[in-house]
């Protein structure tokens, strides 16, 4: 795959990815004692869906268009409103800019919290900074995430979250995830990971799971979409999210949001959901 995000921002993975990201944060800042986020690859952390980049492709239109203007449940309402909150997603207007996961945790976080983003693209990194704009709870790097990763762990507020979603421009990125990933938890076991992949080849992504689990990782939970029929060759339509050491709630509400975000996402009858656990206590 290549995948720099500018090409692919507001698409259904990021609807995926970015709704599950708010509620864990929601969740994780209910308690009073302050928190990290870290943010492997961080990319520009805000995206104009007018600009070159998204207009390529225009994926957008697929992903937080079609949540933007479709009809909710309560319950799913509910549960996206702070993102759709955040994202300034509305039926009666098109969106202009989205924010990425960095902007996305910057809204939800205290000022007790604290964040480290991480970009390394060169043309990126400057991008992201003022995206971030002056703010004293982030720490915006240039380098590579999974080398901060292991620099970061254990925070000095021993709770957070760490988002790791890599570009996956490499074959052995999974590989690398999870060496990064492995390391980082027997340094803080304590710590939310959440691991976002591609299905381009499925089997690569169960190995991955598997993986974490027989390194010993505990309460380890998988949570996947698919928009269509499988197809090793074409574009990207499924994608997952691991998490280790989930917040409570994140189960429960991944069960309520990931059928509809599949019906109102679906590209042909292929489309599916999985929640599914890979390791217990």
């Given amino acids: 795959m290549n995948y720099r995000h500018a090409f692919h921002a507001g698409n259904f993975a990021d609807v995926f990815k970015h709704a599950l990201l708010t509620r864990m944060l929601i969740y994780l800042t209910r308690k009073e004692t302050p928190l990290r986020y870290i943010d492997t690859h961080a990319g520009l952390g805000q995206y104009d869906f007018s600009g070159e980049e998204a207009q390529r492709g225009g994926e957008w239109r697929d992903g937080v268009g079609r949540v933007a203007k479709a009809d909710m449940p309560a319950d799913v309402r509910d549960l996206l409103a702070p993102w759709l909150d955040i994202a300034r997603l509305t039926p009666d207007a098109e969106p202009f800019e989205y924010p990425g996961s960095p902007l996305i945790a ?161 590209r042909d009858t292929g489309a599916r959901w999985r929640v599914d656990w890979l390791a217990g206590e």
């Fill in 106 to 266: 910057q809204a939800l976080l205290r000022p007790i919290d604290r964040m480290v983003v991480c970009e390394l693209h060169d043309r990126d990194q400057p991008r992201l900074v003022r995206n971030l704009g002056h703010d004293k709870r982030v720490k915006a790097l240039h380098m590579d995430g999974y080398m901060a990763l292991n620099a970061s762990v254990p925070p000095p507020e021993r709770r957070g979250l760490v988002l790791v979603d890599p570009p996956f421009e490499d074959r052995a990125e999974f590989d690398a995830m999870a060496q990064a990933v492995i390391r980082a938890w027997k340094k803080w076991p304590t710590g939310v990971y959440a691991l976002w992949y591609p299905l381009k080849r499925p089997a690569e992504a169960e190995d991955f799971g598997a993986g974490l689990v027989e390194a010993g990782l505990k309460r380890v939970l998988r949570l996947e979409i698919d928009i269509a029929t499988w197809r090793e060759i074409g574009p990207l339509t499924g994608c997952g999210l691991i998490v280790v050491n989930p917040p409570f709630a994140l189960e429960a509400e991944a069960r309520v949001m990931l059928p509809w975000m599949t019906k109102t996402l679906a």
